[in-house]
């Protein structure tokens, strides 16, 4: 839904036709649209995204998978966020999976204890940056191809960012989604020591570059808008292993 407007009069025929030819015409004089936004946020939460996995060991056998159409549109831009709860103190856990046949770490979000972040196989190491001290967290990525610029946030901190990073790289639909563990084969290839070990909730992706306004507003609340790529709800019935859904979640803002 977009451009709801409320006007204390009757329009005529030809204003409404006016209003019609644009996007953005003219706001409403007794409710606009802007005034919605905060309202949005506070929305209710449909009980079936109201969950979260833990995953309690740290073992390959405990993933969820989530298939990404070929019919998708591919990715030249994104934003992913997700919620973490995680108090384990080794190295290298996973948080999200993306490869395709061609690429195994055409996407990944790794490290809890030592932040890296790969795209196409390319890496970015975020030295001290951690999220491992068991209370939940809110962890953003954000990229765009046009000049391979980079944000990665904690908490609506930014944690480090840069630019020339995959530049002009378009990542393809038609892959594989792993929470929980690093693909080092399409869909497989996992290694213990990489895997997840924690709680995980609210993971979503939109096929653009949010802004770090936007990503405050997304932290305000735990059920903040979805994904417009991938949502939080289509992770479900994915889960492998001994991964529990637990429900609801126990997500707190900060
Ligand atoms: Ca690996
Ligand atoms: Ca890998």
Known sequence: MFGVNMWDYEMLGDEIAQLSSSCFGPDGNYLKWSDFKGAFFNSTVPHEDNFQFNFPNKVVDDYVRLDVSSSASDVTAFTVCMWIKVGDQSDDGTLFSYATEDQDNELLITD?????????????????????????????????NGEGSWHFYIDTELKGSGSDFETGHVISSGGIVILGQDQDEYGGGFESDQSFNGKMFGVNMWDYEMSEDEIVQLFSRCFGPEGNYLKWGDFKGGEEGDVEVEAPTTCLPL
């Open 112 to 144: 809890y204890s030592r932040f890296k972040i790969l795209i196409g196989g390319s890496k970015v190491t975020l030295d001290g940056v951690t999220a491992n001290d068991d209370e939940w967290h809110h962890i953003c990525t954000t990229w765009e």
